[in-house]
């Protein structure tokens, strides 16, 4: 680990380019394998995209990395672009294209900012199939990717898995402190793809910074959130923004999360909510904001296979 990491980024035609990495998929039959008795019981497959044999039987090529992972690999052309003040004023918004699986090699990348305060930003497989595409900034005046979209809701009729949920509905209020032993075990174990000095020791900010896909998972709905149905279904990130305001994010400190739904709809093959989300600390201010696109599988459901 460095203290900045930007060691091994390349400009290319104009973009910052990272290292290929290889995220980890701890649900993976790879990875349960290695880590063995370690790792702790499996999580129940049934609902499970990070599943290979769920996802395969889904038409996937194996239990999929979460978005949330492909996140962490952008902090370091982060900050060779923004510096350290993108983790206090920065955002990062992406849409995720085609999913990977278990330590397929990625390569983040980001359009060298110029004076801009807001850049193209893109994640590319090996063999040059994209990923994600979005945007990253810091202290930008424009709208972000996901920001900029046009979120008009389904009718109403049209859904099953979230029947009954609307624009506006309150996510569940409640409490959260990121552990940092969590945090030091996922980069002790290998699980976290870059990691930094600021995740395990004193950063610029005090005590251990928050890495992005835990913050995700922290900012993320609950069991209880969207409706009963969703239970009964295997679902997915489909898109994710982060948006500092005041941060970053602290270890082993208190925070409160509110949120609420943005847009309920549905394609053929899924139905989706966005909702935001915002974590606050102890005097109220906002510290880091969420924009999340969650899909479920229609034929996950047996919402769907009754009507079949």
Known sequence: MTDTATEGIREIDGYLVGPLRTP???AST???ARAGAAEGPAPDPR???HDDATAQ???FRGGTIAGS??????PPLLMAAFGRRWFERGSISLAFKNATIDAEPVLAMLRAPGGASQVKA???REDGLLVAEGTAGCDEHEPTHLHALDLRPSPPGELRLLAGVRPGDPIRRRSFVAESGSQRERIETGALTEPLDFYVGPSPWGPPIVNPSAIVQHLRNGAEDFGPHIKDAVGLFS???LRFSDGPLRCDTPYSLSGEVVAVGASPKTEYVWFDSHASGEDGSVVVSMRMQLRWMKASSSLYAQAR
């Not at 992972?69 to 952008?74: A, R």
């Open 57 to 59: 039987a889904l038409g």
């Open 30 to 32: 790879a990875w349960r």
């Open 24 to 26: 980890r998929n701890r």
């Open 47 to 49: 609902h499970n995209i």
């Open 69 to 74: 992972i492909h996140l962490d690999q952008f």
């Open 122 to 124: 893109r994640m590319e």
């Open 239 to 241: 898109a994710i923004e």
